[in-house]
């Protein structure tokens, strides 16, 4: 099991960036395939990026071309630059992981981080 801080969020203003990490302890975090998911009031979270353990990609057609997911296995990290901010990214963003890349494109997980804030806003 690893344990996860989100960290990086805040007030934007639209067009602006923000790069969000996400810190990993417990586990060999080398082994997981990560993704970052937002919850906006009301609304179900969503994956918005996953990096598997080779370090490819996949984005939510939402944000393609406006966000970058990377990983740091030396610093337990992943990261996620977001550019282009518009209002409708406005939500808190979590990371989470499994060996399994099924379980994070699915992402059910019972346990999650207390996320980040962002919020896009003139």
């Known amino acids: 099991q690893v344990q996860l801080v989100e960290s990086g969020g805040g007030l934007v203003q639209p067009g602006g960036s923000l790069r969000l990490s996400c810190a990993a302890s417990?586990?060999?975090?080398?082994?997981?395939?990560m993704g970052w998911y937002r919850q906006a009031p009301g609304e179900q979270r969503e994956l918005v990026a996953a990096i598997t353990t080779d370090s490819s990609t996949n984005y939510a057609d939402s944000v393609k071309g406006r966000f970058t997911i990377s990983r740091d296995n030396a610093k337990n990290t992943v990261y996620l630059q977001m550019n282009s901010l518009k209002p409708e990214d406005t939500a808190v963003y979590y990371c989470n992981g499994d060996p399994s890349l099924l379980e994070v494109v699915g992402g059910k997980f019972d346990s999650w981080g207390q996320g980040t804030q962002v919020t896009v806003s003139s």
């Open positions: 417990g586990s060999i975090f080398s082994i997981y395939h």
